[in-house]
């Protein structure tokens, strides 16, 4: 079966950085793009970022220019880097992936991790 593991998750003040990441495993043809998307009490889950398998990023316009997305296609890794965390970016962070698996019948589908927490204090 084709898993996605988050990690990196946690407690941080205000300012402060986390590096999350997430990493593919089982039985997997192709990944295409990746992203992660957070989901905030009460709130809708929203698109954080996504990189294209060539490494080609999007990001939503509240963590432009302190988030970074990253990949490494060889370990079937994605990675956020988030820094100057604010009390907003508080929320479950849950990766996302476009994979194509290794079966008879594989076909391009999109996979979700469990989610990791996130949480800014002020």
């Known amino acids: 079966q084709v898993q996605l593991v988050e990690s990196g998750g946690g407690l941080v003040q205000a300012g402060g950085s986390l590096r999350l990441s997430c990493a593919a495993s089982?039985?997997?043809?192709?990944?295409?793009?990746m992203g992660w998307y957070r989901q905030a009490p009460e709130k809708e889950r929203e698109l954080v970022a996504t990189?294209?398998?060539?490494?080609?990023?999007n990001y939503a316009d509240s963590v432009r220019g302190r988030f970074t997305i990253s990949r490494d296609n060889a370990k079937k890794t994605v990675y956020l880097q988030m820094n100057g965390l604010k009390p907003e970016d508080t929320g479950v962070y849950y990766c996302?992936?476009?994979?194509?698996?290794?079966?008879?019948?594989?076909?391009?589908?999109?996979?979700w991790g469990q989610g990791t927490q996130v949480s800014v204090s002020s």
């Open positions: 089982g039985r997997i043809s192709s990944i295409n793009a």
């Open positions: 996302n992936a476009d994979i194509t698996p290794i079966t008879a019948w594989g076909r391009r589908s999109e996979y």
């Open positions: 990189v294209t398998s060539g490494g080609n990023a």
